[in-house]
């Protein structure tokens, strides 16, 4: 005792505390108060007779008793000396009630006496007895023991012949006490002899109250009695526990009769109270629902009218109980409540928390795992969610051309439609629409696998349809235990045959091939050969020049000993045509042709059966689509297939209504400008492999292009590897000569810098003042300002609104004088993007008399433009715009290739290059760039660069990949 004294001292600190005067009292403390001499004082306010409650400081005598002159000391000056929480609540508590003015039962009372009786300094407690002196002093006050009651009262109900009797009875430790023995004090207490309890429940100081008055026994005439039972006891059974000792234990007739025999249900009820769920956990036994967290009793009449009594579970009750508490803290804490019978009401929580479907859908499966119903969950306002868990079930078996996956989500007895599932995973939703109108609530885990179950299918009604191609895709998203044993087979025999696909069977060259295939161009046919074994379509992305046309044409006649009806439509470009139609007269004459194409053509499906190629232009096919898609095609070979790259444009949408048994793509350029490139093309010749759209674009082509992700760049190179085959020359063609390219370098005159630097900072300050997101809208606007920059490079001559600046163009001084020097000796190709700068070119070659061909977009008659080139010996110079002669066409007399102007891939300039360095080529090529220095140009041959990697990484190799141009991009690129 003294070392706890010794603490008090020391930290409170008494002997600094100043006198203070108490309010109507003229003593004064001393300055000195030791920690030993406080103690309580609970007495009543002389007037108005409410509680007050004192911090007094006094001498004792050897015996323990309070000496005279009892000082009272003022708790707010205790408050500084102290950090401790209970000890700051303590003095702040007897504060309230040393100025205690009026009789209340306000929550903050409650709580203000509940910090005194914790009493964390272990002070005593005295009670003022009036009897002995109206005023506090050392005789008229007496020691007693302060703690909180655990109420625990009970009623005994006795029939008395015609009339029955109430009484009280307290329970306190094991003890019970009459009510005779229990006096009320201060409104908050009760005093059991020396003992005085604080009851923070008012209900039951009330009920006390009523007993006593009643001097604990109330007697009622039977007819009074029922009305008083029905409306009294009934409610009060919900905190107090009443005895009926009248009624008699059911006989088991009665219990079977009553179907209290039957295993008791168990239900939770949900309501609401303000922001707050309440659950209210209910047994019935029988025809009665008993709340559990009450003092109920079980009450029923027989057939006879007899009233017997049934004890309830208690054991299945407190499992109950403990069943609901387990599931969250929050319930934990107030079971504990309930045992110490603080309150006798529900369960709790708030509402955010509560409907929270992380905690309710696992808490619900727990209790209905233990046969507990719950109720009036959708009755909770704004309340639609489903209470049940999501149950899933997947099954995949073998279709005929694809893997049949049947997906079944179930919410109890509500099934979700495939649609509906499909509407939220699009949306990226975890909640789902039921046929009652509640929301289902799918995992979280779950999101992601459907995610990709429906970025690789399609929808066919309630199944969904996975593409024998995109097998792969299956085998990543599907476990195997999902799998049925025909699914599991096939997935074998393809990871089996296509993980290996450079080992093939060869495939004999046909007799009727005009021609002898080189061993790359033979290993072309063997792989189109094997594609077609699993029925799967392809994409032959040789570099130009390697013989594509030709490998396709051997494909077609080796398929005459495979099909009965050989039937096989080519698109290609219209300045193609002629093309294909001499290559299949040259290298394929028994091959029967109908060329669709032309203001005269015929349009009719009749006939189609006797010809083995259809042949037709992409414009063509927009136009006749309506009558092409009827017939059903072997196979369909797009030529130069980077055309369909935009999902968007007619032709892709064309070529998708087309039918065929297979399909085949080709082009030298698989990727144009970034990933996306690849979906358009190998959607249509691959139907399934990547899935749909929106899929790949999040899957791989933001990822990749945007976020430079080597992962996702190495995923679908393996997903892409067995259906693209791609030679470059350098890898098959090493009998071609010698190809050198080089760059001029071009420097701008005065004149021409003067102007390209005036729209060079117009741009930028344009640039500069504009945000990312407004730079996006009006991308269009910075494309033409950065087109004017690459027109002023050429000549300013172009810019035809401007203000002549003369015609200085040092490209075009550097490219006259290189045609003038090598004219003589050498053909020459000169391309640009700006069919402008072509014509400045052509009126120079005109004054200088040199002689030479023009091909652009305009130009009829290509074949005999070509023609001309190839076999007049006076036609030096060809001039070619980019976008008409970059492709198709076969111009191996030139050797010097001339690019005025750089464009953003090099993969267009290697076509136009690949012009002349193509099969049939016997002279060493020079191809030479024109670039101006400081400008443009430059920034757009550093971007080439990172450019050829983007068209090499998906096709052969895993380096980093190119990324979209930001703001601070377009600023470095001017």
């Known amino acids: 005792m003294q070392e706890r004294e010794d603490d008090i001292k020391l930290e409170l600190n008494y002997d600094k505390l100043l006198p203070v005067i108490k309010k109507g009292n003229s003593k004064r403390l001393t300055p000195q108060i030791h920690p030993a001499n406080l103690v309580l004082v609970f007495s009543r306010h002389r007037h108005y007779r409410h509680l007050v409650i004192e911090l007094v400081s006094a001498e004792q005598t050897k015996h323990g008793k309070l000496k005279n002159p009892l000082q009272v000391v003022d708790p707010l000056d205790l408050i500084w000396k102290t950090e401790d929480q209970q000890e700051l609540k303590f003095f702040a508590a007897v504060s309230k009630f040393k100025n205690h003015y009026q009789e209340s039962q306000a929550v903050s009372d409650v709580e203000a006496l509940k910090a005194i009786v914790v009493n964390p300094l272990k002070l005593p407690v005295y009670l003022h007895d009036e009897k002995?002196?109206?005023?506090v002093n050392a005789s008229s006050v007496v020691g007693i023991d302060l703690s909180v009651l655990k109420p625990d009262f009970e009623l005994n109900v006795d029939e008395r012949a015609d009339q029955f009797a109430i009484e009280g009875v307290l329970h306190l430790n094991g003890k019970s006490f009459a009510l005779e023995t229990v006096e009320l004090r201060y409104q908050y207490f009760v005093q059991i002899k020396q003992q005085l309890y604080l009851v923070k429940d008012p209900f039951f100081l009330s009920l006390i109250d009523f007993f006593k008055q009643h001097r604990n026994q109330l007697v009622l005439e039977r007819e009074l009695y029922e009305d008083f039972q029905e409306n009294i006891l009934e409610a009060l059974e919900e905190k107090v526990k009443i005895n009926y000792?009248?009624?008699?234990?059911?006989?088991?007739?009665?219990?079977?009769?009553?179907?209290?025999?039957?295993?008791?249900?168990?239900?939770?009820?949900?309501?609401?109270?303000?922001?707050?769920?309440?659950?209210?956990?209910?047994?019935?036994?029988?025809?009665?629902?008993?709340?559990?967290?009450?003092?109920?009793?079980?009450?029923?009449?027989?057939?006879?009218?007899?009233m017997f009594t049934l004890q309830r579970d208690a054991e299945r009750e407190l499992q109950f109980i403990t069943d609901i508490a387990k599931m969250h803290p929050y319930f934990e804490e107030q079971a504990v409540e309930f045992s110490e019978q603080r309150h006798a009401d529900c369960f709790y929580m708030h509402r955010k928390h509560f409907l929270s479907p992380e905690w309710f859908l696992e808490a619900f499966e727990a209790w209905r795992s233990k046969g507990i119903a719950i109720l009036g969950f959708n009755g909770l306002k704004d309340n639609r969610l489903s209470p049940f868990k999501a149950n899933i079930a997947i099954h995949v078996i073998s279709g005929i051309d694809w893997f049949e996956t049947a997906i079944k989500v179930q919410f109890n007895k509500q099934t979700v439609s495939l649609k509906h599932l499909h509407k939220s995973i699009r949306n990226k939703s975890k909640f789902v629409p039921l046929d009652d109108g509640?929301?289902?609530?799918?995992?979280?885990?779950?999101?992601?696998?459907?995610?990709?179950?429906?970025?690789?299918?399609?929808?066919?009604?309630?199944?969904?349809?996975?593409?024998?191609?995109?097998?792969?895709?299956?085998?990543?998203?599907?476990?195997?235990?999902?799998?049925?044993?025909?699914?599991?087979?096939?997935?074998?025999?393809?990871r089996s045959k296509l993980a290996s696909f450079e080992h093939i069977d060869q495939t004999e060259v046909p007799s009727t091939l005009n021609t002898t295939l080189r061993g790359y161009q033979k290993e072309g046919l063997n792989w189109l050969n094997f594609l077609d074994t699993f029925n799967f379509?392809?994409?032959?992305?040789?570099?130009?020049?390697?013989?594509?046309?030709?490998?396709?044409?051997a494909f077609i006649l080796s398929?005459?000993?495979?099909?009965?009806?050989?039937?096989?439509?080519?698109?290609?470009?219209?300045?193609?045509?002629?093309?294909?139609?001499?290559?299949?007269?040259?290298?394929?004459p028994t091959l029967k042709v109908t060329t669709i194409y032309g203001a005269n053509r015929v349009k009719q499906l009749k006939g189609f059966d006797k010809y083995q190629v259809v042949l037709t232009s992409y414009g063509t096919l927009l136009a006749d689509v309506a009558w092409l898609k009827e017939y059903h095609f072997n196979y369909i070979f797009l030529d130069e297939s980077q055309l369909i790259k935009n999902p968007d444009s007619q032709r892709y949408k064309a070529v998708r209504l087309l039918q065929s048994r297979n399909k085949v793509v080709l082009t030298g350029t698989p990727i144009e400008n970034n990933t996306f490139d690849l979906y358009g093309q190998?959607?249509?010749?691959?139907?399934?492999?990547?899935?749909?759209?929106?899929?790949?674009?999040?899957?791989?082509?933001?990822?990749?292009?945007?976020?430079?992700?080597?992962?996702?760049a190495e995923e679908l190179q393996q997903r892409i590897k067995p259906f693209i085959l791609r030679r470059t020359k350098a890898q098959v063609a090493q009998e071609l000569p010698d190809k050198t390219e080089m760059v001029i370098y071009c420097e701008m005159g005065q004149k021409q810098r003067e102007i390209y630097e005036s729209c060079r900072n117009e741009i930028r300050d344009y640039l500069m003042g504009r945000s990312e997101d407004e730079l996006t809208k009006s991308s269009m606007h910075v494309l033409q300002g950065i087109t004017k920059l690459r027109q002023i490079c050429n000549s300013p001559a172009l810019l035809s609104k401007e203000t002549f600046y003369d015609n200085a163009s040092a490209k075009m001084d550097v490219l006259l004088e290189q045609i003038?020097?090598?004219?003589?000796?050498?053909?020459i190709l000169v391309f640009s993007q700006f069919v402008g700068m072509l014509n400045l070119v052509k009126e120079a070659l005109e004054e200088r008399n040199i002689r030479f061909v023009y091909l652009s977009g305009q130009t009829k008659n290509r074949e005999a433009v070509v023609n001309s080139f190839q076999q007049d010996e006076e036609m030096r110079v060809f001039l070619i715009s980019l976008k008409a002669g970059g492709v198709g066409l076969n111009l191996t007399e030139a050797d010097y290739v001339f690019l005025i102007d750089p464009w953003w891939n090099p993969a267009v300039e290697n076509q136009a290059i690949d012009r002349t360095y193509r099969i049939g080529q016997h002279k060493n090529v020079m191809a030479v760039r024109l670039i101006c220095p400081d400008t443009i140009e430059e920034k757009i041959m550093l971007m080439q660069e990172k450019k050829k990697e983007l068209v090499t990484d998906l096709i052969k190799t895993e380096t980093s990949i190119f990324k979209s141009l930001s703001k601070d991009d377009l600023l470095r690129l001017i």
């Open 132 to 135: 002995v002196s109206a005023s």
């Open 682 to 712: 190998l959607s249509f010749a691959c139907t399934g492999l990547l899935g749909n759209r929106e899929h790949f674009r999040q899957q791989y082509s933001v990822p990749i292009d945007q976020f430079n992700d080597a992962k996702r």
């Open 559 to 588: 398929q005459q000993e495979k099909v009965d009806r050989n039937t096989n439509l080519i698109v290609v470009p219209a300045s193609l045509v002629f093309n294909w139609q001499q290559e299949i007269k040259k290298f394929a």
């Open 245 to 306: 000792s009248f009624l008699k234990p059911a006989t088991k007739n009665q219990m079977v009769e009553q179907g209290f025999d039957l295993e008791n249900e168990q239900l939770i009820y949900l309501t609401e109270s303000e922001d707050y769920v309440l659950l209210t956990p209910v047994m019935r036994y029988g025809a009665l629902e008993i709340p559990i967290i009450s003092q109920k009793q079980i009450k029923a009449k027989d057939k006879r009218g007899q």
């Open 537 to 553: 379509g392809g994409c032959l992305a040789d570099d130009m020049g390697l013989g594509k046309t030709i490998q396709i044409l």
């Open 438 to 494: 509640t929301i289902g609530i799918l995992p979280d885990e779950w999101l992601k696998k459907f995610e990709g179950y429906f970025g690789a299918a399609e929808i066919s009604e309630e199944t969904l349809h996975t593409p024998n191609i995109n097998y792969s895709a299956v085998e990543e998203l599907y476990e195997e235990a999902l799998l049925s044993i025909d699914a599991k087979e096939r997935l074998q025999l393809y």
């Open 820 to 827: 003038e020097s090598k004219a003589p000796y050498h053909k």
